[in-house]
C-alpha cells in the first residue's frame, strides 16, 4: 500500500522557536551540550547523567580505531586509494561491519537481556542461554577474538571505568558470567570483547539494544576519517594485493 510523505516524528523538527531537538532548542545545546550529551538525548529522548555521558563517551573512544587490519580500517583506505571520494570510503567503514566484526553489540544486548529477564539465578540462565544458541548453531554475540584469547584490554578498561563511578553492575556481572560458564561449563575460552562489553554498559546506561550496533559503527566510522585522509595524501595510488598473495584453484 502506497504511503504518503507526512511524516510524525518524536525526535526533531523546525518550530517558532527554532531547530529543536528533543524538546531541547539546538541554539542552546550549541552553545551548553557536548557532542556524546547530544547524542545520547537525540537516541534516548532526555539528557544524561553524569556517569551515562562518561560512559557513553569512554564506548565511543574505545571503538573509535583498532589500527588498519581489521576490514572497517583495511577496506576504506583501499577505496581512498582508487581515488573514492571522502564520503565513498567512509560508507565502506561502515558497511564491512557485521555480525563478526562490530556488528555483535545489539544481539548481546538482547541476550543479556534475556538471562535478566530470567530471574535470579544467573548462573543457570547464563547455561540456558548457550544452550539455546548452540541447537540453534549459533554463536554466542560479544564473545571471542582473533587476535584477543585471555582478554579484551578494551572491555577490561570500560568495566575498571564503569565500576570506579559507581554504575550499576547487573549487566556487567551477567556479561562476565557468560564469560565464565563458557569456559567453566563448556570448555570454551572466549574472551568478552568489545561488542560485548558496549552491550553490557549500553544497557547500563539505558541505552535501547536497537541502537547497539549504530554506536560501535558511528565510532568506527569517526575513526575512518584519520585513515582516508592519510591515505589521499600518501600517493599512493590503487593498492592492491601481490599476484603471490593470491591463488587461483579452479
Ligand atoms: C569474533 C570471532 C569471529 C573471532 O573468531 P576466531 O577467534 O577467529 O575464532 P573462530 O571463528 O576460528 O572460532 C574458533 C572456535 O570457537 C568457536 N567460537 C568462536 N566464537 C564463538 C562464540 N561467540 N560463540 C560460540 N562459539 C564461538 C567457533 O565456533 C570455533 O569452534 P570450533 O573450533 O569447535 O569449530 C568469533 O569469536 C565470533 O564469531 N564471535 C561472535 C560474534 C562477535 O562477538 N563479534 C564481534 C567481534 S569484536
Not at 48 to 69: F, M, Q, W, Y
Request: with cysteine; aromatic share 6%; proline share 3%.
Amino acid at each position: 500500500m502506497s504511503q504518503d510523505l507526512k511524516f510524525v516524528t518524536a525526535v526533531s523538527g523546525q518550530t517558532s522557536k527554532g531547530l529543536i531537538l528533543r524538546k531541547e532548542k539546538l541554539s542552546d545545546l550549541i552553545k551548553e551540550a557536548d557532542f556524546v550529551s547530544t547524542l545520547y538525548l537525540s537516541i534516548t529522548g532526555r539528557k544524561p547523567k553524569k556517569t551515562e555521558n562518561l560512559i557513553l563517551n569512554a564506548l565511543l573512544v574505545a571503538s573509535i580505531d583498532h589500527g588498519i587490519s581489521p576490514a572497517s580500517g583495511l577496506v576504506p583506505r583501499i577505496v581512498a586509494s582508487s581515488g573514492g571520494d571522502i564520503y565513498a570510503a567512509m560508507a565502506t567503514s561502515i558497511l564491512s561491519l557485521g555480525p563478526y566484526h562490530g556488528g555483535a553489540v545489539t544481539g548481546a544486548m538482547n541476550a543479556f537481556n534475556e538471562i535478566d529477564q530470567e530471574g535470579d539465578d544467573v548462573e543457570k540462565a547464563c547455561e540456558n542461554l548457550i544452550y539455546a544458541y548452540r541447537l540453534r548453531n549459533e554463536r554466542i554475540p560479544g564473545f571471542g577474538h582473533p587476535i584477543y584469547k585471555k582478554i579484551d584490554p578494551r572491555a577490561k578498561i570500560l568495566f575498571e571505568l564503569a565500576r570506579k563511578n559507581n554504575l550499576d553492575i547487573q549487566f556487567m556481572n551477567i556479561a562476565k558470567q557468560l564469560e565464565h560458564t563458557l569456559e567453566d561449563k563448556f570448555s570454551k575460552k572466549l574472551v568478552l570483547n568489545i561488542d560485548g562489553a558496549m552491550a553490557a554498559l549500553l544497557l547500563t546506561i539505558n541505552v535501547d539494544p536497537s541502537a547497539g550496533n549504530a554506536i560501535f559503527g558511528l565510532a568506527r566510522v569517526a575513526g575512518s576519517i584519520a585513515h582516508i585522509i592519510e591515505e589521499q595524501q600518501s600517493g599512493k595510488w590503487v593498492r592492491r594485493l601481490k599476484d603471490e598473495d593470491v591463488e587461483y584453484a579452479a
